[in-house]
């Protein structure tokens, strides 16, 4: 069976306020379709990681939420894009503790950790999709 898109909500993502608005989006939603604590939590943090990047990095972007469901199960794709500088090099971007603003260099490789799917594309000079899939 097909996987259905049974709602989609779109939520801009500029500054930090609106990062903590989009992670409590994603709480309530997870919450709502009976995910456990720990996958709420999960998704809220990668969430949370993917939507400051955004802010940080290309002056912010845009978070798609959408509940899913394949016939068997639910899930909630989040899909984060923004319109900047772009990766130069992803797989770089991807090694844990590889950073270019000062952080940690988590926010990539820890938000794949934290859910089931994720997918990364980018263009120099066009802008980052990051696309993450928790089902439950």
């Known amino acids: 069976m097909a996987?259905?898109?049974?709602?989609?909500?779109?939520?801009?993502?500029?500054?930090?306020?609106?990062v903590v608005l989009a992670r409590n989006i994603v709480k309530k939603v997870a919450?709502?379709?009976?995910?456990?604590?720990?996958?709420?939590?999960?998704?809220?943090?990668?969430?949370?990681?993917?939507?400051?990047?955004?802010?940080?990095?290309?002056g912010?972007?845009?978070m798609l939420l959408q509940e899913l469901n394949d016939g068997f199960r639910n899930g909630i794709r989040l899909t984060f894009e923004d319109h900047g500088p772009g990766i130069q090099d992803v797989a770089q971007a991807m090694v844990d503790g590889y950073t270019t603003g000062g952080g940690l260099?988590?926010?990539l490789s820890?938000?794949?950790?934290?859910?089931?799917?994720?997918?990364?594309?980018?263009?120099?000079?066009?802008?980052?999709?990051?696309?993450?899939?928790q089902w439950k």
């Open 110 to 133: 820890g938000a794949k950790r934290l859910v089931q799917e994720f997918n990364i594309a980018s263009i120099v000079g066009e802008g980052t999709r990051v696309i993450v899939t």
């Open 3 to 18: 996987t259905v898109v049974r709602r989609s909500e779109k939520v801009l993502v500029t500054t930090q306020e609106q």
């Open 60 to 62: 912010g972007g845009e």
């Open 31 to 58: 919450a709502s379709l009976g995910f456990a604590l720990t996958d709420q939590t999960k998704l809220m943090t990668a969430a949370s990681e993917l939507a400051r990047n955004m802010v940080v990095y290309a």
């Open 105 to 107: 260099g988590l926010g």
